[in-house]
């Protein structure tokens, strides 16, 4: 059964304390028309492969370390960083430390 998302003032829960990030998850903790908010998981050592949304994309690093190559070239996304990438721009990710990531996509009408 699928999660509900998260309504217009409604509270979201992104981190706890005991959060298990030795396994792959992703939510979509809510989601519009115009937008989608995830929280997703990533431990060490797991990979996405190139890839590319439609729509801009923000990605926050809460915890841990992933490495994502985009524009040709690689770069660290530590605790506490964000990262912006345009619409349809390639890239690619790789958990170095178990990491929790909330990345929110601005989805493009007709995708």
């Known amino acids: 059964m699928a999660m509900p998302h998260a309504a217009s003032g409604d509270l979201m829960q992104v981190q706890g304390g005991a959060d298990d990030l030795s396994r792959f998850a992703a939510i979509a903790l809510a989601k519009t028309d115009e937008m989608e908010i995830i929280r997703m998981v990533l431990p060490a050592g797991k990979t996405m492969?190139?890839?590319?949304?439609?729509?801009?994309?923000?990605?926050?690093?809460?915890?841990?370390e992933v490495t994502l190559e985009a524009h040709g070239r690689s770069q660290s996304l530590r605790e506490g960083q964000m990262l912006y990438l345009n619409g349809g721009?390639?890239?690619?990710l790789r958990a170095e430390r178990d990491s929790l990531l909330l990345l929110t996509i601005l989805l493009v009408k007709g995708f």
């Open 89 to 92: 721009q390639a890239h690619a």
């Open 49 to 64: 492969p190139e890839h590319h949304v439609p729509g801009e994309i923000t990605l926050l690093c809460l915890r841990g």
